[in-house]
């Protein structure tokens, strides 16, 4: 998702959690300019995107999701997120990086995912490569969370055009994600990323989750 590239700059979820679809195109609380009105984006919003996750699961399923997004739009995969769990076995990276042909195949003729043979070998092969950072002291999300010296950056946009596609953290990220053997990882992809799983608050200052999510800010970055 990225929504450092603008409309599906939607993602910061716990994989573990769905919306509940509680919140209401009438619900007159100030929130991001993406938001919009579907019930189920509006919920992704309010609850997940831009909360902080560790988990190292939850994170590689992020990686993964983004990946997928990659030239569509973040409701296309948000609709799709259960589909995507049943058919990549709840993202566990060791039956993932396991896959062979036959499971391609299925994987290929599976309509409730985005049958796109690059992005589901890319898949395999990012399990793969998280498998071998599980073997680095920091881990996954050790080594993930570095990039923002391991708190969330606090930011502070004000406008549309505020929010950048990529940034320096999200450059390193790309270059270090590719250097150890992941794909579907470019600047822009690892952004919204970084937004989706809360490494930087990019809820707008008058979004009603900006300040829920701020706490005490360690460092800011962006226009003020």
Known sequence: MVLAAAERRDLAYDPGVMPTETSSPTDDRPRCFWAGSDPLYLAYHDEEWGVPVRAERKLFEMLI???????????T???RRESYRRAFDGFDPEQIAAYGPKKIGALLADEGIIRNRAKIEAAIGNAQACLRLRDEPEGLSGFLWRFVGGAPLQNRRRERSDVPAETAESKAMSKELRKRGFRFVGPTICYAFMQAVGMVNDHQVSCFRHRELAGKPRRQSGPS
């Open 65 to 75: 999701l983004e990946g997928a997004q990659a030239g569509l739009s973040w409701i």
């Open 77 to 79: 995969i948000l609709r």
